[in-house]
Structure formats: C-alpha cells, structure tokens
C-alpha cells in the first residue's frame, strides 16, 4: 500500500480507500489508544484535497507554502514507500508526530482569579480578532460567544462550528455556526461569519444554503477586514419581502450584546470554550498558536 493513494481507484499499486480506513481503523484508535493526539477528528479525508486518487503535484493547491508542504510531503512518502516496510514507517511518523506540542490551549489557572469580567472578555475578542488566521478567529469568537449566551439561557442549547475548507455538501453544517436545541437537531440560530471584503454573492450563497436546509433566517456576522459595497439595508429589507429574516451585525456588536447578557465564566470554562470549537473547526495551527499567546497576553 502505498502512503501517496487516497482512494481504491488510484493507479498505483495496492491502492485502497484512505476515508474507509481512517474513518474504520484510525479513528477508534487515536481516539482511544492515542488520546486524540492526531487532532481528534471523528471525520478525517472529508476536505476537498482527499477528493483526488492520490497525491502529485497536480492536485490543486494554492501556491508558495501550500504547495511547498504537498511537494515535501509527496517526497517524504516515496521514499517511505522505497523502504518498503510499512510499520516501521508508521511507528517513525507517530514518534515525531506525538510529542509535538499539543493543539490545545493551556493555561496557569492560579494566574487568571476566580472568573473572568465582561471587560476581560471583550478584551479576549478583541484580542482573537487582531489577527484573522483566514477567518478562523472570526468564528472562533463568534462560537464562543453563543456558548455564552447558551450558558446564560440555561437551556441547553447545542453550539456546533465547522471546519472553515469543509463541504457543506459532506456534513451537517447549515452556516459556519449552528446553534440547536437541546435535542443536537431542531435549529435555532444560523450564522455566517465573515472577516474578509464580501459581496452580494456571498451572502446570496449563505442565505441559500440555511433556504435549502429549511430554514428562514441567518446572522451575518462581519469582523474588522470585512468589507463591501453592498447596500446592507436593501438587502435585509429585499430577504423581508421573501419570507426570509436576513441580520448583519459587527462582530464588535456581537460581541458586546452577548456579553452584556452572559453569566459569570471562569478562566477555565473559557479556555475549555475555546479548546472545544478549535476541535470541531479543525483549526489551523497558525490559529492555535495565536489563541495560546491571546491567552498568555491575557
């Protein structure tokens, strides 16, 4: 078998389902045995580079770093394939892969008090939102802040956020949050999180996935790279006529209306916030680092 086949039908030798086999063998063990010390994913080669047979360097990537990694990493698998033993291999790759710092947040809780002020809290948003990370901090917050709220309602509200790269086609996601109710299914809040110039498009695509999900409205959150040349208001007022409750709020809006409303929180329960949406969004490592050092700073 060789490390470069992602599915059967790849024209090399001994190729095989890489999804079927992470979703059947990895993911049970990592998860149990490793401690989820390969990222957690219960849902791995669901990403649009998996959707190719195997890895070359014709599998679409953005150029410079991205490009660089899959040449590197195509390189480093062919010559784990020379060597023509495949456990010594895996056990090489797990020796370097798991004492790697760890992809979660951690913190000195004898530092930070007993719980965390609502100024401190706007000031950890505004923090996160200091560096996009491609717009993984934007909804990062935006999670976080609807657990806040979900904590200060007491009804035990669902908040689920998704990776940034996945198929909204390939999973559950309706927007890139999704509040439900307490049962994971009946949905009460959608929405969008956008940190980048956006477009009428944009928001037509949004809309129309949370339409087609059966749902008639969306928070548009926009953070502090967004901008447009949209009039917003027409827009809200032209979804009104359609049936279809359309909000765009700033993320600095958001964050204040949450917070004003949000319960006392601890440094802990915060951090244990932040740790759970890093893991469903299957953040970047660049995103991880910078909420170590927010957290640090704080």
């Known amino acids: 078998m060789t490390p470069l086949v992602l599915q059967a039908g790849a024209p090399l030798e001994g190729a ?3 999804r079927s086999l992470c979703h059947g063998v990895v993911v049970p063990f990592e998860q149990t045995t490793l401690e989820k010390g390969l990222g957690g994913s219960n849902e791995p080669f669901l990403n649009k580079p998996a959707r190719y047979t195997h890895l070359n360097m014709d599998n679409a990537v953005r150029r410079g770093k ?3 990694t899959l040449a590197r990493l195509i390189s480093v698998f062919e010559q784990v394939n ?4 495949g456990d010594q291999a895996l056990v090489a790759v797990l020796h370097h892969i798991l004492p790697m710092e760890s992809r979660v947040v951690t913190f000195d809780a004898a530092r930070f008090g007993q719980f965390v002020s609502k100024s401190r809290l706007l000031k950890l948003i505004e923090m996160l939102l200091a560096q996009s990370c491609e ?4 909804a990062l917050s935006v999670a976080l802040l609807f657990e806040l709220m979900a904590k200060g309602t007491g009804n035990g509200l669902v908040i689920s956020s998704h990776p940034a790269n996945q198929s909204g086609a390939s999973s559950k996601e309706v927007a890139d949050i999704d509040v439900f109710e307490a049962d994971g299914k009946t949905p009460r809040h959608c929405a969008e999180a956008k940190d980048k110039p956006f477009t009428r498009a944009d928001v ?5 996935k949370v339409a087609e999900a059966g749902h008639t409205s969306l928070i548009f959150i926009y953070g502090p790279n967004a901008k447009t040349g949209e009039n917003l208001a027409a827009l809200v007022q032209e979804y009104e006529g359609k049936g279809f409750d359309l909000t765009f709020v700033p993320a600095r809006a958001f964050a204040e209306g949450n917070v004003s409303l949000a319960p006392s929180v601890t440094p802990v329960e915060v951090v244990d916030l932040l740790n759970k949406h890093l893991a469903l969004m299957r953040a970047k490592e660049v995103t991880i680092q910078h909420c170590k050092e927010v957290i640090e700073r704080m």
């Open 66 to 68: 991205d490009r660089e």
């Open 135 to 138: 717009g993984e901090t934007l």
């Open 16 to 18: 095989f389902d890489a």
């Open 204 to 208: 037509d695509h949004a809309a129309g």
């Open 82 to 85: 020379d060597l023509g033993n």
